[in-house]
């Protein structure tokens, strides 16, 4: 498969490891005006380094990511897009709660900001699978058992953009770690449970 850039970074492949370095103030997010007086609302950008290929119809994408968490926010993320203001990420993030913990934002137009579960440990595995214009996101501890983090619609065409965002919305960046990726082209029986 052949990769491309939305917003090109720092890269370095070897024997499936895949280091992609995240800049400063790097995010995806397109803010929908709420704000409160304390707390962080991200502004709308789409300035992170999104590493992707093109794919055509359903599929399974399965990687395992890492990274060293220090500003909040902080995450290795995995991404499908239409276009700029269409599409949806499943991150392993440092969240403003302090934890890392598996997160997803979903964009039509406005994004939303959906914490999943705490994970204690700098790695997690992360799957996305798409059957028609439905969606969904799971998370692994050990690459071989799934639970659903999200299920989601997303109008989107034929063919999506589909890959490895690694983002620093509020820090100096960093490197992000993505091992074993995957990318299946396959129909799940099952796509809340992505088998």
């Given amino acids: ?9 720092e890269i370095n492949e070897t024997d499936g490891r895949i280091e992609i370095f995240a800049t400063e103030k790097s995010d995806f997010f397109c803010h929908h005006g709420a704000a409160g007086e304390e707390g962080i609302t991200p502004e709308s950008v789409s300035n992170a380094p999104f590493y992707y290929t093109e794919i055509s119809g359903d ?8 990274l060293d968490f220090k500003d909040t926010y902080d995450s290795a993320c995995i991404m499908v897009m239409k276009d700029l203001t269409h599409w949806a990420k499943a991150c392993f993030e440092l969240t403003d709660f302090g934890t890392h913990a598996v997160v ?11 914490n999943g579960c705490n994970i204690d440990d700098n790695t997690v595995w992360l799957q996305m699978c798409r059957s028609g214009r439905s969606f969904a996101f799971h998370y692994s501890t050990d690459g071989e058992h799934f639970d659903m983090m999200r ?12 890959g490895l965002l690694a983002q620093s919305p509020l820090g100096n960046g960093g490197n992000r ?10 129909t799940v029986k099952n796509i809340r449970m992505g088998k």
Wanted: zero cysteines; glycine letters at 0%; hydrophobic letters at 50%.
């Fill in 59 to 66: 599929f399974v994408m399965r990687v395992k990511v890492s």
């Fill in 104 to 114: 997803s934002v979903v964009t039509i137009e406005e994004s939303d900001d959906a």
């Fill in 151 to 162: 299920f989601f619609a997303l109008p989107v065409d034929e063919i999506v953009k589909v």
């Fill in 1 to 9: 498969m052949d990769f491309t850039w939305i917003n090109e970074s």
């Fill in 177 to 186: 770690i993505y091992e074993n990726l995957t990318i299946e082209r396959k």
